[in-house]
């Protein structure tokens, strides 16, 4: 169902008079108070006031000539208005709330459950890097996180981790994945897994699109964050050196051993990619 005008300015902070206002003065500007009263239907003290707020959102022009008459601020120059408000007010919330903000470490796992907060708290914690940051990140995640990983990068924030992309990035060090190009074909979705400075890890599994959130987890847990750092660091390593080692050692990880949690794990997708591959 489309939304029609009005509603999209309720939305950005208007209220339905001011809105109902600012849309029939698109439609018949320049017009008066009493007019646009009428074509409203309602009280002229109400719309007076409220044409008074839309001047000071700068939504319209008066024109104090014999008889005071409105126009209204072209659309985009309202939309570029209202956006330079918005950033200036979440600069200035964003101040008072840091200021009051202090973060104490909880030791404890949270579930996310928004795609959007997932990414933003890997962006978050990618600028709190300090010393080093791994990760297994599939494309889509890959993507999305490649500025600030290289940003990392360049304060001097040790950076790699495990890819799954055919043009891996070059702004930090990135390890094909253990030989299996097609773990993300399998996989029941989109993997991120991020660990920043043994202090704080983060595992999510996107939706394909990278829409929704299937699982995601998040913990500043100093033991829990060494495991998976440990953990991390042995898989990037174990990538590194490809199947073709003969150690027996480099073929205990994961992918390469495929153990029953992992066929369980990936048996729908592969039934999938089967059935549509006979298609």
């Known amino acids: 169902m489309k939304t029609s005008a009005k509603d999209t300015l309720i939305e950005l902070g208007f209220t339905n008079l001011e809105a109902q206002l600012y849309c029939e003065l698109l439609k018949?500007?320049?017009?008066?108070?009493?007019?646009?009263?009428?074509?409203?239907?309602?009280?002229?003290?109400?719309?007076?006031?409220?044409?008074?707020?839309?001047?000071?959102?700068?939504?319209?022009?008066?024109?104090?000539?014999?008889?005071?008459?409105?126009?209204?601020?072209?659309?985009?120059e309202l939309l570029a208005v209202l956006e330079s408000g918005f950033f200036k007010r979440q600069k200035a919330a964003k101040a008072a709330l840091e200021r009051l903000h202090a973060p104490v470490a909880s030791d404890k796992i949270f579930q996310l459950r928004n795609a959007a907060q997932t990414l933003a708290r890997a962006r978050q914690m990618l600028a709190d890097a300090t010393d080093v940051v791994l990760f297994d990140l599939f494309p889509a995640p890959l993507a999305a996180l490649r500025a600030e990983l290289a940003a990392a990068a360049a304060r001097g924030v040790q950076v790699g981790g495990v890819v799954y992309a055919p043009n891996p990035p070059h702004e930090f060090l990135c390890v094909p994945s253990h030989g299996q190009p097609r773990t993300p074909d399998n996989w029941p979705g989109s993997q991120l897994t991020l660990v920043v400075d043994a202090r704080q890890f983060l595992v999510a599994l996107f939706s394909t699109d990278g829409n929704e959130i299937y699982h995601a987890f998040w913990s500043d847990s100093v033991y829990l964050s060494c495991l998976?750092?440990?953990?991390?660091?042995?898989?990037?390593?174990?990538?590194?050196?490809?199947?073709?080692?003969?150690?027996?050692?480099?073929?205990?990880s994961l992918l390469p051993m495929t153990p029953p949690g992992l066929k369980e794990l990936i048996r729908p997708q592969a039934s999938s990619s089967a059935a549509g591959e006979a298609a």
């Open 28 to 76: 018949s500007a320049p017009a008066t108070g009493y007019k646009l009263a009428q074509a409203v239907g309602k009280a002229a003290a109400n719309v007076y006031q409220a044409l008074g707020v839309l001047e000071q959102k700068h939504a319209v022009l008066v024109d104090d000539g014999a008889t005071k008459s409105y126009r209204p601020v072209a659309p985009e």
């Open 228 to 252: 998976q750092h440990s953990g991390l660091g042995c898989e990037l390593r174990l990538s590194a050196l490809g199947l073709e080692n003969k150690d027996p050692l480099a073929k205990i």
